[in-house]
Nanobody, 126 residues
């Protein structure tokens, strides 16, 4: 059974950092396109960052470029999102998602992803 479990969310002050994790089971993360998405109250879900299978390509939303870094640890079958210089507008529930059928690229379109985690809450506030 394919499963994604996020962790690492919490409350942080503006300018602070958090690292989100997404542990995968039931499939090999390195063979899939994987993405991070977020949804704030009253807003549509938006793509934050993604990485292609084998890690050959990454994409970032303009709003997080230079502040967020996506990576994966294949030995742990885990995806990460390092978030630095956090802003209040980064507050949202963060989800990871996987598409095992997408090769060589990734896209920040949630409709392209088949499997989703349950989400982890990130709150940036003083």
């Amino acid at each position: 059974q394919l499963q994604l479990v996020e962790s690492g969310g919490g409350l942080v002050q503006p300018g602070g950092s958090l690292r989100l994790s997404c542990a995968a089971s039931g499939f090999t993360l390195d063979y899939s396109a994987i993405g991070w998405f977020r949804q704030a109250p009253g807003k549509e879900r938006e793509g934050v960052s993604c990485i292609s299978n084998r890690g050959g390509a990454t994409n970032y939303a303009d709003s997080v470029k230079g502040r967020f870094t996506i990576s994966r640890d294949n030995a742990k079958n885990t995806l990460y999102l390092q978030m630095n210089n956090l802003k209040p507008e980064d507050s949202a529930i963060y989800y990871c998602a996987a598409n095992p059928r997408l090769f060589g690229l990734c896209v920040l379109a949630d409709g392209e992803y088949d499997y989703w985690g349950q989400g982890t809450q990130v709150t940036v506030s003083s």
